[in-house]
């Protein structure tokens, strides 16, 4: 019923940016929260941000100070700003989104390399 897109990875240098979008679609729905997962090479996906409905936001350590998750309710859009990239942050960078009946829908990912 929710169709779940990110979008906006891509190569970047060590210390680098990427803004990754997640984007969800449907006929009828509303967001409750949206969370970022990543699955770095050979190794299992983690947890890496999450915004509640009330704005309320948590991150992983390994990004705190570097990562900031936001939304835009009025387009069922979500992002993640990722500053000074490292090249541990190299990974499939996954959106989950759970509505406000408690179903939860992933996207396909995008590929975020950090790389010199």
């Known amino acids: 019923q929710v169709h779940v897109v990110e979008s906006g990875g891509g190569l970047v240098q060590p210390g680098g940016s990427l803004r990754l979008s997640c984007a969800a679609s449907g006929s009828s729905f509303s967001i409750n929260a949206m969370g970022w997962y990543r699955q770095p090479p050979g190794k299992q996906r983690e947890f890496v941000a999450r915004?509640?409905?009330?704005?309320?936001?948590n991150y992983v350590d390994s990004v705190k100070g570097r990562f900031t998750i936001s939304r835009d309710n009025a387009e069922n859009t979500g992002y993640l700003q990722m500053n000074n990239l490292k090249p541990e942050d190299t990974a499939v960078y996954l959106c989950?989104?759970?509505?406000?009946?408690?179903?939860?829908?992933w996207g396909q990912g995008t590929q975020v390399t950090v790389s010199s």
């Open positions: 989950k989104v759970t509505t406000e009946v408690g179903r939860q829908y």
């Open positions: 915004i509640s409905s009330g704005g309320n936001t």
